[in-house]
C-alpha cells in the first residue's frame, strides 16, 4: 500500500463546469502522474510532477492542468469539463529514494475517480 | 502511434492451464518494462518487472519474458487461478526518462 487516495471516488457533473479531482499521498514521494483510463486506449499520461511546483505534461494534457502546492497533494482540474472527458482517472506514484534511471521507475496506483460528464 | 501494444483484447484460460500474455514494443530506447494488473473498480497493481539486461524474470507463478530482437515481451501465469481473471497491462520506460508508456490491456478469464 503506497498510500495513496484520490477524491472524490465518483462524480458526475455537467458539460462546462469546472471539475477539480484530488491525489494524496502519505509518503512524501517526489514523483506523482495523473492518468486517465478508457477501453481501448489503456493508462494514458495526462501531466506529472517531480516536485512541488515543477510538473510537465503528459500525451493527452489538451483540457487539463495540475498544481502542486505541496509534496502531499497533486490536483488535476478540468477548467470547462466536455463529454469526452468522462472517463476513470488515476493517479500514481513513483518511489522516492530511486534514482533516474529505468531500473526505478515502478509506479503505484491510486483507487481511481470515475468522472462522468453530461 | 501505439508504442506499446497488445493485439489481444481478451484471453480465456481453463484453470490449471498456463496463461500467456503477449506485448510488443516499436520504440529500441525502451529497456524497462513492467506488467501491471487491474480488477474492476480498482487502481492497477504492479505485478513484475523486467529490465533489458535480461530475458527472464520470475516471481511465484508469474515470469515474464523479453525478446529484445524482435520486441516482444510475454507474461507467463502458471497455473492460472480464477484469481487471476483481471485486465493485464503492458508498460515500457526509457533510460532517464520519469514515464512509463501503457499498452491497451489484456483481459484474461480464468475459468473452471
Known amino acids: 500500500d503506497a498510500g495513496i487516495t484520490q477524491s472524490p471516488r465518483h462524480k458526475v457533473t455537467e458539460t462546462g463546469t469546472p471539475v477539480t479531482l484530488r491525489c494524496h499521498q502519505t509518503e512524501n514521494h517526489r514523483y506523482m502522474y495523473w492518468y486517465r483510463q478508457d477501453p481501448g486506449h489503456g493508462l494514458r499520461l495526462i501531466h506529472y510532477s517531480y516536485g512541488v511546483k515543477d510538473t510537465d505534461k503528459g500525451e493527452v494534457s489538451d483540457g487539463y492542468s495540475v498544481s502542486r502546492s505541496k509534496t502531499e497533494d497533486f490536483l488535476l482540474t478540468l477548467e470547462s469539463a466536455t463529454s469526452s472527458q468522462t472517463s476513470v482517472y488515476f493517479c500514481?506514484?513513483?518511489?522516492?529514494?530511486?534514482?533516474?534511471?529505468?531500473?526505478?521507475?515502478?509506479?503505484?496506483f491510486g483507487p481511481g475517480t470515475r468522472l462522468t460528464v453530461l | 502511434d501505439q508504442q506499446v501494444k497488445q493485439n489481444s483484447p481478451s484471453l480465456s484460460v481453463q484453470e490449471g492451464r498456463i496463461s500467456i500474455l503477449n506485448c510488443d514494443y516499436t520504440?529500441?530506447?525502451?529497456?524497462?518494462f513492467l506488467w501491471y494488473k487491474k480488477y474492476p473498480a480498482e487502481g492497477p497493481t504492479f505485478l513484475i518487472s523486467i529490465s533489458s539486461i535480461k530475458d527472464k524474470n520470475e516471481d511465484g507463478r508469474f515470469t515474464v519474458f523479453l525478446n529484445k530482437s524482435a520486441k516482444h515481451l510475454s507474461l507467463h501465469i502458471v497455473p492460472s487461478q480464477p484469481g487471476d481473471s483481471a485486465v493485464y497491462f503492458c508498460a515500457a520506460s526509457a533510460t532517464n526518462t520519469d514515464k512509463l508508456i501503457f499498452g491497451t490491456g489484456t483481459r484474461l478469464q480464468v475459468f473452471p
Open positions: 500514481a506514484i513513483r518511489p522516492s529514494g530511486r534514482g533516474l534511471g529505468s531500473s526505478y521507475n515502478e509506479q503505484f
Open positions: 520504440n529500441s530506447m525502451f529497456d524497462y
